[in-house]
């Protein structure tokens, strides 16, 4: 696919429930994952499965709402399809958001955490998985950067898979994002991610999709206005 004009330098991924789209300026066009060809359509709530080409402090963007993971039935291609699809259209720099719960003490329910690391559980679905991955930006947003563990879901964690995640270092967990970056580093495309932490893992009972949703909107202006800071410095360097 062609590149677009403007030229989209940074694309910010809103994951679920994330509401972004107010960080637009101008809009220039919008299509929805079908339009695309060989990416498949959003399915899980809170993920419009769109792109938005517009402009956010006055820099050209592209905002992908909502995500796909393997949880949907995808592979490995298929979830990380927008990234292709973001490089041809001339993206250089990802900004990864996601919800995600709270592992410790230094990543609360409420707070929006850099993501300095990534670990990923096994998962056999995912071959050639890496088990790290390092973002190549932390952006500041005043809460310790930490390391988030990717794990497959889509059930949420047992207690006993909380203590293991906690043990093993974790400070958030999450069901997306490690794909999207490996697929970056695969490309040699400049990311960054922050979790917006929606629940303190273990914290309660049972947690809910739309608790996790709630949450996440309730954070998004707060994600906002640290993205719409620091985008025209990611856009030159
Ligand atoms: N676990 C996994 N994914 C999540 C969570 C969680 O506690 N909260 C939001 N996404």
Redesign the pocket.
């Known amino acids: 696919m062609a590149p677009l004009t403007p030229r989209p330098l940074v694309s910010i991924i809103g994951g679920?429930g994330i509401d972004l789209e107010p960080m637009l300026s101008k809009r220039h066009a919008c299509w929805p994952f079908a339009a695309c060809p060989g990416l498949a359509s959003a399915t899980a709530p809170g993920h419009e499965g769109r792109f938005i080409h517009g402009e956010a402090s006055g820099v050209p963007v592209i905002l992908q709402q909502g995500r796909l993971h393997f949880y949907e039935g995808h592979d490995y291609a298929a979830v990380t399809r927008p990234v292709d699809l973001l490089r041809d259209w001339g993206v250089h720099t990802f900004l990864f958001t996601n919800?995600?719960?709270g592992l410790c003490a230094s990543a609360p329910a409420g707070s929006l955490m850099p993501v300095a690391a990534v670990r990923t559980w096994p998962f056999r679905h995912w071959p050639g998985r890496p088990e790290r991955l390092h973002p190549d930006l932390t952006l500041d947003t005043g809460t310790p950067p930490g390391c988030y563990w990717w794990?497959p879901?889509p059930a949420?964690?047992t207690p006993a898979e909380i203590r293991a995640l906690q043990r093993l270092g974790g400070a958030a967990?999450?069901?997306s994002t490690a794909p999207e970056l490996q697929r970056c580093k695969e490309l040699g495309l400049r990311a960054a991610a922050i979790a917006v932490i929606?629940?303190t893992?273990g914290a309660s009972g049972p947690?809910s999709h739309g608790h996790?949703l709630e949450q996440a909107r309730n954070q998004s202006e707060r994600l906002r206005r640290i993205l719409e800071k620091q985008l025209p410095r990611l856009a030159r360097i």
């Open positions: 679920s919800a995600a719960g794990v879901g949420y964690e967990v999450g069901m929606t629940n893992c947690l996790v």
